[in-house]
């Protein structure tokens, strides 16, 4: 038997996680592909809930988290640690998904060794190199050093090529988020908070709220807060649910405005089994995440972004998210807006599927193994 092609993956948060997850276990199903996985566990236990699901055990742990470290100190560590593990045993292939610190470093680290770096969600931008940051910078400095762009959308290539990036290392392949959540609703997996449990039963109306983006943290996050606990009072009828994030700088921010409000549950990040299950049982989404604006939509929920722009911005002309910023009056305003009018909330309350349609992983793949192997390629997504 010839000997499989190595293909290295490295990921560090759970929204990395959840996204690579699907691909992991296509390269697993592969007869010409082996994988690695390497986590550098920039976020330590998410990370653990995401490779419980998917039945993931990584390979190599770099173990680069420490509390309150700066971002060239994380990236220093991360090009350190990394490093002996490319020259000892180089892989044939890396792969990284999306824009964190760990993407930057794992890809220029890579291109230092020489070894082709594949980029899964290639191709999103914001057009303001300062929002998403650092992500938006973080993308464009892989994409620079990256031999396969695996853009999720149309659009995202187009990003692309007008970068000047060559039609033939870019395939188009939908968003693997939407694998994982078809693989994760599939499973059905029950809550452990008996709050969530009782909340789905009883059929409440639900705000689901999540916000940590960087740029955001300061005035604009109490901003937020400061709406949550509006937004409480003026319907005690709605449960707000905010799984908050393991960033103090973001918890010390919004949860001091909704302590001691009895329609407020607070919780630790969710297992991405249950969060998934509260998106579907949620009648609005506010939110500053990347995935969310790409899952929710899928489940039919409206979904209001807490940011200026977007990187996403198919589900934005499909009518189901809009952006609205993170002033406290506008999130108060538009939040109400879709409790108070049926016809608003009908019009932003349809299921699209701009980002995938669960095949994203078999297409990526396909054309890690025809740049490796020089099999065919698949066709691309279409939308
Ligand atoms: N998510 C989760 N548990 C939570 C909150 C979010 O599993 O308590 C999932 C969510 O479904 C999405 C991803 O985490 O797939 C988004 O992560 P995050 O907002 O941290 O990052 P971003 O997508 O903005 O990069």
């Not at 740029?215 to 949550?228: D, F, T």
């Amino acid at each position: 038997m010839t000997s499989r092609a190595r293909v290295m993956t490295v990921y560090g948060t759970r929204p990395e996680a959840i996204k690579v997850a699907p691909v992991v276990r296509a390269i697993e199903a592969s007869e010409r592909l082996q994988s690695v996985t390497v986590v550098t566990g920039q976020h330590r236990e998410m990370l653990d809930q995401v490779n419980e699901i998917f039945g993931i055990v990584p390979d190599v742990d770099l173990d680069v988290f420490a509390h309150g470290q700066g971002l060239n100190q994380l990236m220093a560590k991360l090009f350190e640690r990394l490093d002996p593990v490319l020259a000892t045993d180089p892989p044939d292939a890396l792969l990284v998904q999306g824009d964190t610190s760990t993407v930057a470093a794992a890809a220029v680290a890579a291109f230092y060794r020489q070894i082709p770096v594949v980029h899964l969600e290639a191709g999103l931008r914001s057009g303001d190199i300062h929002s998403p940051f650092p992500e938006e910078a973080n993308r464009k400095i892989t994409s620079q050093v990256t031999s396969l762009h695996l853009a999720p959308t149309a659009s995202a290539r187009d990003n692309l090529t007008r970068e000047d990036i060559a039609g033939n290392s870019i395939a188009v392949t939908g968003n693997t988020v939407i694998d994982a959540l078809l693989h994760t609703v599939e499973q059905n997996l029950p809550f452990t908070d008996p709050r969530l449990a009782h909340l789905e039963e009883s059929r409440t109306p639900v705000l689901l709220v999540t916000t940590h983006r960087r740029e955001s943290w300061g005035e604009a996050m109490h901003g937020v807060g400061r709406a949550l606990r509006r937004l409480a009072e003026r319907y005690p009828e709605v449960v707000t649910v905010l799984p908050a994030h393991r960033n103090p700088v973001v918890r010390e921010a919004v949860l001091p405005y909704v302590e001691g409000l009895s329609n407020v549950i607070v919780t630790e990040p969710l297992a991405y089994g249950e969060f998934t299950r509260l998106m579907a049982a949620a009648t609005v989404v506010l939110t500053d995440s990347g995935g969310v604006q790409e899952e929710a939509p899928s489940l039919g929920k409206p979904v209001l972004v807490m940011r200026e722009n977007t990187e996403r911005p198919e589900a934005v002309a499909a009518g189901t998210v809009r952006l609205i910023g993170t002033d406290e009056e506008r999130i108060v305003a538009e939040v109400s807006e879709l409790f108070d009018d049926a016809d608003a909330y009908g019009r932003m309350a349809t299921a699209v599927n701009p980002y995938g349609d669960g095949e994203a992983s078999q297409r990526c793949v396909a054309a890690i193994e025809h740049m490796l192997l020089g099999t065919p390629r698949a066709t691309d997504f279409a939308g």
